[in-house]
């Protein structure tokens, strides 16, 4: 599909390489010649390449114009009715302007849009120098698609006065509340006055503002001409995006678990670039000398002149500290500690995102050993096909575990959103002979059944995979094959995400071969994939064989919340053969759906859930001070009622499988990891139930084919 979309492209790059990109403007100034061609391309190539067909018509418009006002101004505390009413002029023009590559829509939006950020700053000032009348009967309503757009400044900015009181009143209660905590352990404490409380919690208010203003003050055009890029993509559908080059590279990063650095999380406040953590076994760690709560004052690299970054951006910083594996990087920082200036040389190597990756633990349930696998995502290097995925992972981990001679596995799949479609097809052949593991649809083509082509199997003993309303994508193109098998037991939540379709990433500039800058990269959605049974999992996820309540239960999570989301359909089956892997699937589902409805912390959860669902919907609050405390303590009253969950102890013990153990004594940050996920595993609710079942299933003597 990439090698059809490119070759169609060259007649439209005929038409617009005469542009000239010899000497493009910064980023911070406009480039209209370049903002047009991005438009032009990414109009081509969505409406060529993408899953739906989409007509630039009114109604396409008319979402572009929402998209936009809503990207920079969700909340509306910037526009009013006035401005709204001038835009509109746009609204349905907007089709014909994408067609010419005219920006006028993005021009008055965008410049409106910085005079009201230069009004504002006069707006929380003013506002902030006095107290506010904390006795007075107003609320403030929170629903932000459900207001209206101020009709005046004068009203505009009584709301940025309410959200302002707002933020002021909060602040107050969290010193109200670290005054009393402090008063139960020193009766001889004396707690601070209201107005004290007051003051300082509206200059706390103002810090944040100003932090607040100084970060947007540091955003460019580029920043801006994606929200505007996004709000055409987006047009298109939920998972269809416009990525800059540095949101491409932290979407690489993620998706591989590794970049090349010094190994630490940076953060900005203010003006300054803080160490907010060193990741464990990276350059900085191993170096000893960075420490968190640092700033970096200035980079250099090696036998470079010392380039001073305090006020620079994030994103822009970023660039200098990290380099390519074994090259030196020199920071002057200032010191926590201390406060002293120091110069530290690291060298920069590749650095691994633990939490990214495939990890095991053992727990003893009746003298019997069962493994659990948490697998957080579908992880791949696609630069890199040498380094770490989360199928070679897989295996080797199964492979330890089966050293171990545990008799069930369980594989945790909460939250887990997806990833590579090739490491999920061959996760699921691990665990099954080869044959169809997931069906995939390009627009108006048949669909093409994608097969484990690996005879071998990994592991044939009892399998449960745990899901949520948060496994997404990959996860159920995994689920759902081991459904479909009848090779698992699914448990979780009603149903999964819901995302049944395919993105790909494509670079711009592969269409502008001539351009000497990274345009960016065009996330689009190319192909759905359906179930081997022909069902789609979009919009309807995976149902849960035994469905357990959640926080999520009432919540609107999932894709068919999603404005645009595709809808579910169906193919034909793919041709395979369907076996009964248990024999007794049946009863152990039946018990353990009756043992989750009697047990009061299931209920407990159920009826947290409808709370939570109620308090989501709740977008009205109190300004009159009383009335919020009042108002609050019924909320932590109510919340009491559910402490009895969170303290749940099984009393089952997990441990690291026995190759992990000698890692131990080189790496003790590994060590307190593990033992803080084993602490959280034996509070689990759902890994205990999921245990239960997983103790529960017998492996049938002979597996009949049920279907082929």
Not at 123 to 129: D, M, R, V
Not at 650 to 662: D, Q, R, T
């Amino acid at each position: 599909m990439k090698t059809k979309l490119l070759i169609s492209f060259l007649s439209f790059f005929l038409l617009v390489s005469s542009i000239s990109f010899a000497n493009p403007t910064d980023n911070k100034n406009p480039d209209p010649e370049k903002d047009k061609v991005l438009i032009s391309v990414l109009n081509y190539m969505l409406t060529r390449g993408h899953y739906v067909q989409k007509d630039l018509n009114d109604e396409f418009s008319e979402m572009v114009f929402n998209n936009f006002i809503d990207g920079l101004d969700p909340s509306k505390r910037y526009f009013t009715k006035n401005d709204l009413k001038e835009f509109s002029k746009y609204k349905f023009q907007i089709d014909n302007q994408l067609k010419e590559s005219d920006i006028a829509f993005y021009s008055l939006v965008y410049g409106r849009f910085l005079d009201k950020i230069k009004n504002v700053k006069n707006y929380y000032g003013a506002i902030l120098k006095k107290p506010f009348n904390y006795k007075k009967d107003e609320t403030i309503d929170l629903d932000y698609k459900k207001i209206a757009y101020a009709s005046s400044e004068k009203e505009l900015l009584n709301f940025w006065r309410k959200q302002l009181k707002l933020q002021t009143i909060d602040r107050i209660q969290e010193q109200e509340n670290l005054d009393e905590e402090k008063f139960k352990k020193d009766k001889s404490y004396k707690k601070r006055s209201f107005s004290v409380l007051e003051k300082k919690a509206r200059a706390e208010v103002m810090t944040s503002m100003e932090n607040l203003y100084i970060r947007i003050d540091e955003l460019e055009h580029r920043d801006w001409f994606s929200t505007f890029l996004n709000s055409i993509v987006a047009a298109f559908g939920p998972h269809t995006s416009y990525m800059p080059p540095n949101i491409k590279e932290s979407f690489d990063q993620d998706m591989s678990g590794k970049l090349e650095g010094i190994g630490a999380r940076l953060q900005k406040k203010g003006i300054y670039t803080h160490i907010v953590e060193l990741v464990s076994g990276g350059p900085a760690w191993k170096q000893g000398e960075l420490e968190e709560g640092d700033i970096i004052l200035k980079v250099a690299q090696e036998n470079k002149e010392p380039l001073d970054i305090v006020g620079m951006r994030l994103d822009d910083a970023i660039k200098f500290i990290k380099g390519p594996k074994d090259t030196k990087v020199l920071l002057t920082v200032k010191k926590k500690i201390d406060g002293t200036t120091q110069v530290i040389t690291i060298t920069r190597d590749i650095v691994q995102l633990d939490e990214t990756f495939v990890k095991s633990s053992i727990v003893e349930i009746d003298g019997k050993k069962y493994g659990v696998i948490d697998l957080p995502k579908f992880y791949i290097n696609f630069d890199d096909r040498n380094f770490r995925d989360s199928a070679k992972d897989m295996e080797k981990e199964i492979e330890r575990l089966k050293e171990e001679n545990v008799e069930g596995l369980l594989i945790d799949l909460r939250n887990n959103g997806g990833g590579s479609l090739d490491t999920a097809i061959k996760i699921a052949g691990l665990f099954v002979d080869k044959g169809p593991v997931v069906q995939i649809k390009y627009r108006n083509e048949a669909p093409v059944v994608r097969e484990d082509i690996d005879p071998k199997i990994q592991w044939t003993g009892s399998l449960v995979l745990l899901v949520n309303e948060l496994s997404a994508s990959a996860s159920e193109i995994f689920a759902a094959a081991m459904q479909d098998y009848n090779r698992a037991v699914i448990l979780g939540g009603n149903q999964t995400y819901g995302k049944g379709t395919v993105q790909n990433i494509l670079p711009i500039n592969k269409f502008y071969p001539n351009y000497d800058q990274d345009l960016g990269y065009l996330k689009m959605t190319i192909q759905k994939f359906y179930r081997i049974n022909g069902g789609s999992t979009q919009v309807e996820g995976v149902y849960s064989d035994i469905a357990m309540p959640t926080r999520f239960s009432y919540m609107k999570y999932g894709e068919r919340d999603l404005e645009g989301a595709l809808p579910w359909d169906k193919v034909p089956q793919a041709s395979y053969t369907q076996v009964n892997s248990y024999s007794n699937f049946s009863d152990v589902v039946t018990t353990s759906i009756e043992r989750i409805n009697k047990d009061p912390k299931f209920q407990l959860i159920d009826e947290y859930a409808k709370w939570l669902k109620k308090e989501q919907d709740e977008s009205s609050y109190s300004l009159n001070y009383k009335q919020y405390q009042k108002e609050l303590k019924q909320r932590e009253d109510f919340a009491k009622k559910f402490k009895s969950v969170f303290k749940y102890q099984s009393g089952l013990a997990f441990n690291s499988p026995s190759y992990e153990i000698p890692l131990f004594k080189e790496n003790i940050d590994l060590k307190e990891k593990r033992n803080a996920w084993h602490k959280n595993l034996s509070k689990d609710l759902y890994i205990s139930e999921a245990l239960n079942v997983l103790s529960q299933l017998k492996l049938a003597s002979k597996q009949e084919i049920v279907k082929n």
